[in-house]
Each structure stands twice: as structure tokens, then as C-alpha cells.
């Protein structure tokens, strides 16, 4: 079986990632697999690269629909001899539809949620909502979550041929290091008795950085040696909100913005806590089984599946509530580093019994040998 991907582009963000480790495991199960990008560039196209996928751009621009996009889109899936075409979130899962070839099963991969769907860009709110078109022409639905599944449905995308498959988690690549998190600490300047909370996505409204860092500066005062260490494309120190939000921090110093990495798998070793403080459209945030298999326990909104995801093993306050994230921050300042030791090896112990990528990767497998009707 031969797989055609469609993704945006390939930055570091949840589903880019989940995207690099699924086709690991879907290779290592024999199925061939090619990458089509809508836009170019992106952190880890060098890591497909150097696993031997060549990812191959069709040129188009941010939020500018092409009609010779599309054109060339069309011609590689062809070209590409695919036997199944797999969407990565809504623009892909409408170019994938659009450009497949006739007969080419299509899957669309679904990893929003539809909290606030008012929040969303008036294109992306289109997507969404006339997605629907495609459902007679859809060989299948896969949602990142439960809540993510149930709102499509609400808004009229069919149940049948639809399945939930969890974001999976390598156990061997996410592994809590001692000497990691020594080194890693060293390299941020932060020293080894600071409380660290880290924090990594794309800067977006929806995921409430800057609340972050207001909440991070309140909770904290009197706490010197707390950090806020803060990851992800356009969260840098060019970044004119978060650089004014962390203004307020009268001991200064203490929020770390980093830009991109690639290397989250290193990273989370410094953190002692991982804070998700998202206000909408989160359904299964990679990076939060990310640090929960890191052995690092967590503190979320309760969006999407995150409550069920850190279950007893971390801390989920309401999204918009400042104050509940405030007391949240508060909260775990206040353990002391024994009780921290303890629910991260209940992170990491919940992560590996739920979500590991084998059997993740097993259902997607499923799915696609099914659509391609060959199951």
C-alpha cells in the first residue's frame, strides 16, 4: 500500500510531528508513503529528509487559495501512483478532495476541536463548516479526540466511517534523563534548584501565551528562582506581546522565550511542569503526552481530551480562567520536589498504558488498509 500525506507545511507543531512519527511506524510496517506539503519550509522537513522521505511542495502561499496549486497538486497525487490519501487538518483535508484523482480514496485527518469557533480566521471558519460538502466522497474520518469527533457530528459530518485514534507517544524517544536535564538547565541558564514550567506551541491567539506569562508573573512573586521557559514558532524575543507581557516581572529574567525547537524530546527534561494554558480549540495536544512521557506532570485547560489525557496525574483548570491557572501555578510551587517526583512517574506511567504509538499506529494502518480496501 502506498499512502499520499497532505499537510500544511512542516513546522513543529502537534500534527507535524505526529505526522514524522506515524510514518516512521507505518514504514516499518511496510507501507510506502510520500509527502505533500501546501506551503514550503518548516523546522522539521530536514528530519524527513534524513529519514529518507523527500517532502515536495506544491507553492502555495499563506491563506492564498491557487488554482495551478492545486493543478500540480493533482499531478503529483497521480504521479505518485498513491492508493490511499491521507489529509492533515482542514486545508489539507480540502486539497486532498479537491486535487485527489477520481476513485483515490480519501481520509481526512481531523485535529481541532470546535470550542470557539467564532475565534476562528474567517477562512479556516469556512473550512470547518462547510467541510461537510466532501462527505459523500470521504472513504473516512479520523479525530485526534472524543470531544473533537462528537462537535464534528454536531455540525453534521457523518458518523459512519469515522474513528477516533489518540495521538501516540515513542516511550524510547521521551524518557526522563537526569544528566538531560542537568545539561539542558545549564545551556538556559537556570539553576538546578528552580521550579521550571515550560510551555511549547506556535504563538496564537488561541493559545493564550501572553495569558500565560500574566499568570506565570502573578503567581510567582517572591519566587525567584521560578521559570517560565516558553517554546514555538513566533514565541521569541521579537515577539512584541509576550516581550511586554513579561515586563511585569519585577525580578526579571525569569521568562525564557526560545523561537522554534526541534528538540522537545531534550527540552522537556528541564521542565518540572508543562503548562497548556489554551482558551480554544485543543483536542489532543501532542506536547502534552510529550511531557507526560518525560516523566513531567502536567497542567492544562480542560479542552478537547486533556482532562482525560493527565487524568489524576496533573492539574486542569477551566480555559479563560486566570485566576484557576493563577492558583494552578500556585499549587505547584508549593509541592515539594518529592510529590512532583511522584505524579510525573504517574504521567509517564498513564502515557505509556493509553497512548503509546505502536498500537496507535496499528489503527491508523487499519483505517488505511480499509479505505484503500484492502483490509
Known amino acids: 500500500m502506498r499512502v499520499i500525506h497532505i499537510i500544511n507545511r512542516l513546522g513543529a507543531s502537534g500534527a507535524e510531528v505526529m505526522l514524522f512519527n506515524l510514518a516512521l511506524k507505518l514504514r516499518e510496517m511496510g507501507v510506502e508513503q510520500d ?27 499563506q491563506g492564498v487559495p491557487s488554482l495551478s496549486a492545486f493543478r500540480r497538486l493533482r499531478t503529483l497525487i497521480g504521479e505518485r501512483q498513491g492508493d490511499v490519501v491521507l489529509g492533515w487538518m482542514y486545508h489539507s483535508c480540502w486539497a486532498a478532495s479537491l486535487a485527489a484523482p ?34 459523500r466522497s470521504v472513504s473516512h474520518y479520523v479525530y485526534v479526540s472524543n470531544t473533537s469527533a462528537e462537535q464534528h457530528f454536531a455540525l453534521g459530518y457523518p458518523r459512519q466511517n469515522s474513528t477516533v485514534i489518540p495521538n501516540g507517544f515513542d516511550m524510547q524517544r521521551f524518557v526522563p534523563d537526569p544528566s538531560l536535564r542537568k545539561a539542558v ?45 516558553m517554546a514555538g514558532r513566533g514565541v521569541d524575543t521579537q515577539n512584541a506581546d509576550l ?51 518525560s516523566g513531567v506532570p502536567c497542567i492544562t485547560t480542560d479542552l478537547g481530551d486533556c482532562a482525560f489525557i493527565v487524568g489524576d496525574s496533573g492539574v486542569v483548570v ?49 483505517v488505511l488498509l480499509r479505505a484503500a480496501g484492502r483490509s
Open 35 to 61: 509527502v505533500l506539503t501546501l506551503m514550503p519550509g518548516g523546522s522539521l522537513e530536514e528530519r524527513f529528509r534524513a529519514e529518507g522521505f523527500i517532502p515536495t511542495n506544491i507553492g502555495m502561499k
Open 102 to 135: 477520481r476513485g483515490t480514496p480519501v481520509v481526512w485527518g481531523l485535529h481541532h476541536t470546535l470550542t470557539k469557533l467564532s475565534a476562528e480566521r474567517p477562512l479556516t471558519r469556512f473550512l470547518i463548516q462547510f467541510g461537510t460538502f466532501f462527505k
Open 185 to 229: 538547565r545549564a545551556e538556559l541558564g537556570v539553576p538546578d534548584d528552580a521550579v521550571v514550567f515550560g510551555a511549547a506551541a506556535r504563538f496564537h491567539p488561541m493559545k493564550n501565551q501572553v495569558g500565560l506569562v500574566q499568570s506565570f508573573v502573578k503567581a510567582t512573586e517572591g519566587h525567584e528562582k521560578a521559570v517560565l521557559v
Open 243 to 293: 516581550v511586554g507581557a513579561q515586563q511585569a516581572d519585577t525580578a526579571g529574567g525569569r521568562v525564557r522565550l526560545l523561537g522554534e525547537r526541534s528538540d522537545m524530546a531534550r527540552l522537556m527534561n528541564a521542565f518540572d511542569f508543562y503548562v497548556s494554558p489554551s482558551g480554544w480549540g485543543e483536542s489532543f495536544p501532542l506536547v502534552l503526552g510529550e511531557a507526560m512521557a
Open 318 to 366: 477551566q480555559p479563560g480562567d486566570a485566576d484557576a491557572l493563577v492558583g494552578a501555578l500556585r499549587g505547584a510551587l508549593a509541592m515539594s520536589p518529592s510529590a512532583r517526583a511522584e505524579l510525573g512517574v504517574a504521567a509517564r506511567q498513564r502515557i505509556e498504558e493509553r497512548f503509546s504509538l505502536d498500537p496507535v499506529a496499528a489503527q491508523y494502518r487499519e
